[in-house]
């Protein structure tokens, strides 16, 4: 994984960067210590209109129906002049509890949008279970499936075609896993026990960095 302030790669099981020092504690700081509630698609900023809430939850619920081991967040927002955006990603999917989420996929298995149209800069962040199967690459290509359209204020529409390629890369890892699933067996991490979940999503888990990783930003 990469560090969220400093982007040098660390160990995963790292309470803070060897780099940088910088924890979730740091984050915390930042952005705030208690839990965080919000639905799967929070709308902070109001750049959708209701049709296009609702085709985005449409698909995102189809998304998770594929997927069932995971699911996948979008969060719109100003953070301000002080906001960093990979910072506040990591701190999201660290302190979100998503009420519209099962409660058996854990935020370690989520991938998250940041989209912050007054500084006009978008993130994605997926969490430590799902380092196995992504690279910076496949996060950097499908937030820029997305680019055009944002620049035309066209978020919607923009959100569904990063959506849209990430569901086609996950598909098409999904065969490569089948192909050779030695190779992405000695990558993967053991799974979050269930007991060990609830305590994290009821703010119960010591303050730790690994929990996700913060991938790439795009200036749009």
Same mark, same amino acid.
């Given at each position: 994984?990469?560090?969220p302030?400093?982007?040098?790669?660390?160990?995963?099981?790292?309470?803070?960067?060897?780099h940088?020092?910088?924890?979730?504690?740091?984050?915390?700081?930042?952005?705030?210590?208690?839990?965080?509630?919000?639905r799967?698609?929070?709308?902070?900023?109001?750049i959708?209109?209701?049709?296009?809430?609702?085709?985005?939850?449409?698909?995102?619920?189809r998304?998770?129906?594929?997927f069932p081991?995971?699911?996948v967040?979008?969060?719109?927002g100003?953070?301000?002049e002080? /906001?960093n955006?990979?910072?506040? /990603?990591f701190?999201?999917?660290?302190?979100?509890?998503?009420?519209?989420v099962?409660?058996?996929?854990p935020?370690?298995?989520?991938?998250?949008?940041?989209?912050d149209?007054d500084t006009?800069?978008?993130?994605?962040?997926?969490?430590?279970?799902?380092?196995?199967?992504?690279?910076?690459?496949?996060?950097f290509d499908?937030l820029?499936?997305?680019?055009?359209?944002?620049?035309?204020?066209?978020?919607?529409? /923009?959100?569904l075609?990063?959506l849209?390629?990430l569901?086609?890369l996950?598909?098409?890892?999904c065969?490569?896993?089948r192909?050779?699933?030695e190779?992405?067996?000695?990558?993967?991490v053991?799974?979050?026990?269930?007991?060990?979940?609830?305590?994290?999503?009821? /703010?119960e888990?010591?303050?730790?960095?690994?929990?996700?990783?913060?991938?790439?930003?795009?200036?749009?």
């Open positions: 994984m990469k560090c302030r400093c982007v040098q790669r660390i160990h995963r099981a790292a309470a803070a960067c060897p940088c020092g910088f924890s979730l504690a740091d984050a915390d700081r930042m952005f705030g210590d208690g839990e965080v509630k919000l799967s698609l929070t709308d902070a900023a109001g959708f209109r209701r049709q296009d809430r609702d085709k985005l939850e449409d698909f995102m619920e998304f998770g129906e594929a081991q995971m699911f967040a979008v969060y719109t100003s953070l301000g002080t /906001g955006l990979r910072q506040f /990603g701190w999201l999917l660290n302190r979100g509890v998503f009420e519209d099962p409660v058996e996929k935020n370690e298995a989520g991938v998250l949008i940041v989209i149209p006009k800069t978008a993130g994605m962040t997926f969490g430590y279970l799902l380092d196995a199967f992504f690279e910076e690459k496949d996060t499908c820029t499936r997305a680019h055009s359209h944002w620049l035309e204020g066209r978020y919607a529409d /923009g959100l075609r990063s849209k390629h569901d086609k996950l598909r098409k890892r065969r490569q896993v192909k050779d699933p190779k992405y067996e000695r990558r993967v053991n799974p979050v026990a269930v007991e060990d979940l609830v305590k994290k999503i009821r /703010g888990m010591p303050n730790q960095l690994p929990c996700e990783e913060p991938e790439t930003e795009v200036k749009k």
